[in-house]
């Protein structure tokens, strides 16, 4: 996994906890923007993958 998926991850993952440790409220909203910013960041590293492989020398 790259550094940059952590980065896209990081906000979702925040409001997360913001719910868990402070009892913040989560709405639709939240929900499906975090479903959009996880299903992105899968897409953008499953097809980083193929990439990545097919310059490895080994």
């Known amino acids: 996994m790259r550094a940059s998926t952590i980065a896209f991850v990081?906000?979702?993952?925040?409001?997360?906890?913001?719910?868990?440790?402070?009892?913040?409220?989560?709405?639709?909203?939240?929900?499906?923007?975090g479903v959009l910013v996880v299903g992105g960041s899968a897409l953008v590293v499953q097809r980083a993958a193929p990439n990545r492989s097919m310059n490895d020398d080994d």
């Open 10 to 33: 990081a906000p979702f993952l925040t409001v997360l906890q913001s719910h868990y440790f402070l009892d913040e409220k989560l709405g639709w909203i939240q929900l499906f923007g």
